[in-house]
Protein backbone atom coordinates (compact mmCIF):
# COMPACT_ATOMS: atom_id res chain seq x y z
CA UNK A 1 0.00 0.00 0.00
CA UNK A 2 1.38 3.81 -1.26
CA UNK A 3 -0.43 6.05 1.59
CA UNK A 4 -0.56 9.79 0.17
CA UNK A 5 -1.14 12.67 2.97
CA UNK A 6 -3.27 16.22 1.42
CA UNK A 7 -5.01 18.94 2.38
CA UNK A 8 -2.61 20.61 4.77
CA UNK A 9 -2.36 24.37 4.37
CA UNK A 10 -2.38 27.85 6.05
CA UNK A 11 -5.03 28.19 9.26
CA UNK A 12 -5.71 30.18 11.69
CA UNK A 13 -5.94 29.55 15.39
CA UNK A 14 -9.19 28.39 16.59
CA UNK A 15 -9.33 27.12 12.35
CA UNK A 16 -10.62 23.68 11.57
CA UNK A 17 -8.79 21.39 8.76
CA UNK A 18 -9.55 18.04 7.19
CA UNK A 19 -6.20 16.22 6.11
CA UNK A 20 -6.84 12.97 3.90
CA UNK A 21 -4.36 10.34 3.32
CA UNK A 22 -5.46 7.88 0.06
CA UNK A 23 -3.82 4.61 -0.40
CA UNK A 24 -3.07 3.08 -3.52
CA UNK A 25 -2.57 -1.05 -3.54
CA UNK A 26 -4.03 -3.26 -0.71
CA UNK A 27 -7.31 -1.60 0.67
CA UNK A 28 -6.05 0.37 4.18
CA UNK A 29 -8.59 -1.55 6.16
CA UNK A 30 -6.30 -4.12 5.60
CA UNK A 31 -3.48 -1.93 7.80
CA UNK A 32 -3.50 -0.01 11.25
CA UNK A 33 -3.72 3.50 9.57
CA UNK A 34 -1.78 6.56 11.10
CA UNK A 35 -1.14 10.13 10.72
CA UNK A 36 2.44 11.47 12.50
CA UNK A 37 3.43 14.89 12.49
CA UNK A 38 6.97 16.88 12.29
CA UNK A 39 7.47 19.80 13.47
CA UNK A 40 11.12 21.88 12.78
CA UNK A 41 13.54 20.97 15.15
CA UNK A 42 11.51 18.90 16.44
CA UNK A 43 11.26 14.55 16.07
CA UNK A 44 8.13 13.07 14.12
CA UNK A 45 5.43 12.01 16.44
CA UNK A 46 2.03 10.21 16.85
CA UNK A 47 -0.81 11.40 16.38
CA UNK A 48 -3.55 9.09 15.82
CA UNK A 49 -4.36 6.03 14.32
CA UNK A 50 -7.26 3.72 13.32
CA UNK A 51 -7.59 -0.24 13.04
CA UNK A 52 -10.19 -2.48 11.77
CA UNK A 53 -9.67 -5.16 13.78
CA UNK A 54 -11.27 -4.37 16.60
CA UNK A 55 -8.63 -1.78 18.17
CA UNK A 56 -10.62 1.09 17.46
CA UNK A 57 -8.58 4.57 17.42
CA UNK A 58 -5.95 5.91 19.44
CA UNK A 59 -4.84 9.56 19.99
CA UNK A 60 -2.15 11.36 21.01
CA UNK A 61 -2.79 13.22 24.32
CA UNK A 62 -2.21 16.30 22.51
CA UNK A 63 -4.53 16.06 20.47
CA UNK A 64 -7.62 14.28 22.08
CA UNK A 65 -10.43 15.99 21.81
CA UNK A 66 -9.33 17.60 19.14
CA UNK A 67 -8.80 15.96 16.65
CA UNK A 68 -10.82 12.85 15.06
CA UNK A 69 -9.49 9.98 12.34
CA UNK A 70 -11.93 8.49 10.51
CA UNK A 71 -12.06 6.43 7.27
CA UNK A 72 -13.96 5.80 3.77
CA UNK A 73 -13.95 2.25 2.66
CA UNK A 74 -15.43 2.96 -0.28
CA UNK A 75 -12.94 6.01 -1.31
CA UNK A 76 -10.12 3.98 0.38
CA UNK A 77 -9.36 6.80 2.49
CA UNK A 78 -8.43 8.03 5.61
CA UNK A 79 -9.18 11.57 7.64
CA UNK A 80 -7.92 13.35 10.25
CA UNK A 81 -10.33 15.84 11.05
CA UNK A 82 -8.74 18.61 13.20
CA UNK A 83 -10.68 21.55 15.12
CA UNK A 84 -9.13 24.34 17.56
CA UNK A 85 -6.17 24.59 15.75
CA UNK A 86 -3.00 25.90 17.88
CA UNK A 87 -0.02 27.05 16.32
CA UNK A 88 1.82 23.95 18.06
CA UNK A 89 -0.10 21.62 16.00
CA UNK A 90 2.23 23.44 13.18
CA UNK A 91 4.14 20.58 11.19
CA UNK A 92 4.42 18.32 8.48
CA UNK A 93 1.52 15.61 8.80
CA UNK A 94 2.98 12.07 7.66
CA UNK A 95 0.10 9.36 6.78
CA UNK A 96 1.59 5.78 7.27
CA UNK A 97 0.54 2.35 7.30
CA UNK A 98 0.92 -0.78 9.84
CA UNK A 99 0.99 -4.27 9.23
CA UNK A 100 0.17 -4.86 12.50
CA UNK A 101 -3.63 -5.52 13.35
CA UNK A 102 -4.15 -6.73 16.33
CA UNK A 103 -3.06 -3.29 18.30
CA UNK A 104 -2.80 -0.01 17.77
CA UNK A 105 1.23 0.96 17.48
CA UNK A 106 2.43 4.57 18.43
CA UNK A 107 5.72 4.01 17.53
CA UNK A 108 7.02 5.11 13.89
CA UNK A 109 9.20 2.62 13.49
CA UNK A 110 6.42 -0.24 13.68
CA UNK A 111 4.82 1.61 10.50
CA UNK A 112 5.78 -0.34 6.96
CA UNK A 113 4.85 2.37 4.57
CA UNK A 114 4.88 6.06 4.56
CA UNK A 115 4.07 8.63 2.21
CA UNK A 116 5.22 12.34 1.73
CA UNK A 117 3.92 14.48 4.22
CA UNK A 118 1.71 17.72 3.55
CA UNK A 119 2.05 20.88 5.61
CA UNK A 120 -0.26 22.23 8.26
CA UNK A 121 0.44 25.73 9.30
CA UNK A 122 -0.99 27.47 12.35
CA UNK A 123 -1.10 31.38 12.45
CA UNK A 124 -2.51 34.56 12.28
Known amino acids: VQPQASGGCLVQPGGSLRLSCSAS????????MGWFRQAPGKEREFVAA????????SYADSVKGRFTISGDNAKNTVYLQMKGLEPEDTALYYC??????????????????WGQGTQVTVSS
Open 96 to 113: AADRWKQSIHTALQEYDY
Open 25 to 32: GRTFSSYT
Open 50 to 57: INWSGAGT
